[in-house]
């Protein structure tokens, strides 16, 4: 019987290949300390079945040997310090429901892009086509991003606040993921687009309306700037056409001039939001914020309207032809039955102002007063 | 999953926990991996070397097992043992164990 110590023989030189294996995907430290144990290991079971049998091992016996103890990438996984898993079941949760709002996030704005398309002219299909191109592109983005945050942060010594540190009033931000297939065709058969306390901002806390809001100004900023492809083609490359004229370089021009103005917006939105979730009772700063925010939105709606390229090729030059222009379309509209679909465009720009005046005229009582009334029901 | 796979998934779940307990008393005398293998093999513990080599250096790391190469055999052998740590946290352990199987069998009849 001989010990197959010989570097020569067969079953040696599987048994080094096999470690050789092993300690290659070792750390430097250690390698040769764990190869030895393991060399030591396999020779004692080696002696043991030789002793058993009263012969030496062929070579297929030793082999059955070393798969018997495992593959090599295995063995040596189980000696690395650090976690075994990309994303552990702590943290899993958290990567699940990212990706789930995420996921949501992304077919709203995929699905509102096809609309945008197919109303400046596109072909239906080809809408389509590029809105699930997109969306695949998008969604493979949006879980590589997530994964390798969660892999980053499951390799940290302390596991981020949010994990431990959560109260109930900051749980109404979780229900978004009850948008699943079962709520959604429950919403679309009572007419109800999503859970009723989504509906009423009213019953989310001041902190998760404000993560919901960071969470989705990122998403629109990312696909913005390129960062996430929900359409196929790029905005610039959009052929814009409205009742037959062609509106695509007034487009892509307005797209231009207004490109940084809306990146500092969305940045700008980010932090405010994040803010706001930090300091959720700083009534007046967070007036202050949305009265600036609100006067941003005003004046990049005011421009689209009254100055962009766009507003110009829409035959729009001051306040009073955007006040007859929108006379027209509905006395025409409601009068004819037909609607002129440049008029409904120069319709819902005047519309959008509405929106941050209000929110201009609301935040500024609440900066004079210092009162939040959707904060009373969150002590 | 089938009622075999389940049961499989669910004993692997209860016997993991009481692999440290075994190691730890097994090392109450100093051994090598592969005698430390065959001698929980014999009591009926059966444990892969990709599990025992890995669990032996984390107890070292905690500072429960001590660890010293020597020359065996004409070859150079890992031996362990437990440290002083290492046997109050055995003795604490073997506390909880009997704790343990005491509540388990009022519960389970």
Redesign the interface.
């Known amino acids: 019987m001989t010990?197959n110590q010989d570097n020569g023989d067969g079953p040696m030189r599987l048994i080094d290949r096999y470690l050789a294996a092993v300690a290659a995907q070792l750390p430097a430290a250690g390698r040769d300390?764990?190869t030895?144990?393991?060399r030591?290991?396999i020779?004692?079971?080696i002696e043991a079945r030789q002793a058993a049998l009263g012969r030496d091992l062929t070579d297929n016996e030793v082999e059955v040997i070393l798969r018997e103890?495992?593959h090599p990438l295995?063995?040596a996984a189980?000696?690395g310090s650090g976690p075994q898993h990309l994303i552990g079941p702590e943290l899993f949760p958290w990567w699940l429901f990212s990706v789930k709002v995420g996921l949501i996030v992304l077919v709203a704005v995929t699905i509102f892009a096809a609309i945008i398309k197919v109303i400046s002219g596109q072909d239906v299909g080809q809408a389509v086509g590029q809105g699930f191109a997109g969306l695949f592109s998008g969604a493979m983005t949006l879980i590589g991003i997530a994964t390798t945050a969660g892999y980053i942060i499951e390799r940290q010594t302390e596991k981020p606040s949010f994990i431990t540190n959560w109260r109930v009033q900051d749980l109404g931000v979780f229900e978004v993921a009850r948008l699943d297939a079962k709520g959604f065709n429950r919403a679309l058969s009572s007419g109800r687009c999503a859970p009723a306390r989504l509906r009423k901002s009213e019953s989310m806390s001041p902190v998760a309306r404000a993560l919901s809001s960071a969470v989705a100004a990122a998403v629109l900023t990312a696909w913005w700037v390129g960062a996430v492809h929900f359409g196929g083609l790029p905005m610039s490359e959009w052929v814009v056409e409205i009742a037959g004229v062609d509106y695509s370089q007034a487009a892509r021009n307005t797209v231009a001039l207004i490109f940084w103005p809306v990146v500092g917006y969305g940045a700008a939105r980010i932090l405010f939001d994040l803010f706001r979730a930090a300091t959720p009772r700083a009534v007046k700063m967070t007036a202050l914020g949305d009265i600036v925010l609100a006067c941003g939105r005003l004046a990049m709606t005011g421009w689209l309207l009254l100055v962009s390229p766009m507003g110009r090729a829409l035959g729009i030059s001051d306040v009073g032809s955007v006040v007859e222009r929108v006379r027209d379309t509905i006395q025409t509209g409601i009068g004819t039955g037909v609607w002129s679909l440049s008029g409904v465009v120069v319709l819902i720009l005047a519309a959008s102002l509405l929106e941050p005046a209000g929110r201009i005229l609301i935040s500024l009582v609440r900066l004079i007063s210092g009162v939040d009334r959707r904060l009373s029901g969150h002590a | 999953m089938g009622e075999t796979e389940t049961y499989e998934a669910l004993r692997l779940e209860l016997r993991r926990g009481s692999l440290v307990l075994a190691t730890l008393a097994r090392l109450r005398t100093e051994q090598?991996?592969?005698s430390l293998?065959m001698g929980l093999a014999e009591d009926g513990i059966e444990m892969?070397?990709?599990?025992l080599?890995?669990l032996l250096?984390r107890l070292e790391s905690q500072g429960l097992l001590t660890s010293e190469?020597r020359e065996e055999d004409?070859?150079?052998?890992?031996f362990y043992r437990l440290s002083p740590e290492g046997e109050a946290v055995l003795k604490r352990l073997h506390d909880e164990w009997r704790r343990i199987s005491a509540s388990l069998d009022r519960v389970l009849g």
Not at chain 2, 74 to 78: H, P, S
């Open positions: 010990n300390d764990v030895a144990e393991l030591d290991d020779m004692s079971r103890i495992g295995v063995v189980r000696f | 090598y991996g592969y293998r892969e070397e990709s599990t080599y890995p250096r190469w004409k070859r150079r052998k890992r």
